[in-house]
């Protein structure tokens, strides 16, 4: 029987200064004034469209990304957060976070982030060297990284995410290591650490950049830097995600746990369990932010609604809680996706079998042979 999860809230803002060459995100070079009041009416038009799905239940976090969240005033978040939290219950203490590109710190923002609600601020930092932020196209540099990960600070804000990337044009190993080390100096809660991928329809999709670190390469960054970190009392919990104990991304683990999220922006997905219906439905709204701004609130900016087949949801349980270290226990899965665990018996065999997880008698968690071939583990439970 499918029990609902916990719930999340995930506002997309999807503005930037400037499109980087690598990102496949749905974020939109800023062309003059952003229209900041009539998106927050959209928002929460958007809400009060979902509503329905999600009656009487409580968020747990709210998650506002991008784009460049930074780029809204705080009191357009305050008031956001304000109509959001008279719709809907928030847990005490709901972790609430908002993406930061540090290009865009203006001094004294970060303090009525903080009276708006805001508890955890998530920096785009990328990298600490200034000819790799060049040819990634940022619009920071390391100087402005610091000074704005020193201003959060003293605003008070210690629940802080550092967003690195690896394998980057013209990085060598020690580059990649160096980066690491700069991170961990600055003793933030959490670190994100992403190897760069060729997103398709991206200008580096279209263009590769020169002096890619081959496959191997970006392996060993990835190994050196996980050990570094782990020295340092960073415990890696994802695939990308390291943090300090008990400092893990609440929002992220729900949705690697396969919990419940509204997405409400342009673009924004939604996954919700119908416990009346024992469905679990899937909502997108329209990506463009013009288009989604003028039909916000109604039928029109709903991009599709889908529910999850029986058959799929197996695979799509396992996208998410097989890229965790904890992996999942066979009680989780059945709450999650309504099936009994007899339904990925044949599969999880052949997971074992490969080496790829492992049953430690509490949990089934992925092998290092499972998390190198995470792919190949994944479409074992796919549908025939
Ligand atoms: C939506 S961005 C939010 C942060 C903010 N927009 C910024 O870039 O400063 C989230 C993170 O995804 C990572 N990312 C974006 N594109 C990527 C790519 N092609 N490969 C790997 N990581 C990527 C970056 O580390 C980025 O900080
Ligand atoms: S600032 Fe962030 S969201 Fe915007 S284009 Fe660059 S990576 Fe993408």
Redesign the pocket.
């Known amino acids: 029987m499918l029990i609902p999860p916990p719930l999340s809230l995930y506002v997309h803002l999807p503005w ?1 200064v400037r499109k ?1 060459p ?4 749905n ?1 939109h070079e800023q062309r003059g004034a952003l229209p900041f009041d009539a998106y927050v009416d959209a928002l929460l038009a958007d809400l009060d469209q979902d509503l329905p799905l999600v009656w009487g239940r409580t968020v747990h976090s709210v998650f506002f ?6 780029l809204f005033p705080a009191d357009a978040i305050d008031r956001l957060l304000q109509g959001a939290s008279s719709r809907l219950r928030f847990a005490p203490g709901a972790e609430i976070t908002l ?5 865009t710190a203006e001094h004294g923002r970060f303090e009525d982030y903080r009276r708006a609600g805001v508890n955890r601020i ?5 990298s600490f060297d200034d000819g790799c932020l060049h040819r990634l196209g ?1 619009i ?1 540099d390391s100087a402005q990284a610091l000074a704005a990960i020193a201003l959060a600070r003293e605003a008070g804000f210690d629940n802080v995410n550092l ?3 690896y394998a980057l044009p013209g990085q060598t190993l020690a580059m990649a290591e160096d980066d690491i080390a700069r991170a961990i100096a600055l003793a933030p809660a959490h670190i ?1 650490h ?6 398709p329809n ?1 200008v ?1 999709a279209a263009r590769p950049p020169q002096n890619l670190p081959d496959e191997d390469l970006a392996w060993d960054m990835q190994e050196r830097c996980q050990a570094r970190l782990a020295e340092a009392g960073y415990a890696q919990y994802e695939i990308s995600a390291y943090a300090r104990p008990g400092r893990q991304c609440a929002h992220n683990l729900n949705y690697w746990r396969f919990g419940d999220y509204l997405g409400i922006g342009a673009g924004a997905h939604g996954k919700l369990t119908l416990g009346s219906e024992q469905a679990i439905a899937r909502r997108w709204k329209h990506k463009h932010p013009t288009a989604w701004l003028a039909t916000a609130g109604t039928p029109a900016s709903i991009g599709g609604d889908e529910r999850i087949a029986e058959a799929r949801r197996p695979f799509e349980y396992m996208l998410n809680a097989l890229r965790l270290v904890e992996g999942f226990t066979l009680h989780d899965f059945e709450a999650c996706t309504g099936l009994p665990p007899s339904a990925i018996a044949a599969p999880l065999q052949a997971a074992f079998d490969a080496g790829w997880l492992h049953d430690d008698g509490a949990r089934i968690v992925p092998t290092a042979l499972g998390h190198r071939f995470a792919n190949d583990v994944v479409s074992l439970f796919l549908e025939d």
Do not use: A
């Open positions: 930037c980087c690598y990102c496949d995100f974020s990304g991008g784009g460049t969240p930074s993406e930061t590109n540090p290009g998530s920096f785009g930092i990328q940022r920071h967003d690195l990337m994100s992403y190897q760069l991928t060729l997103e991206t580096y």
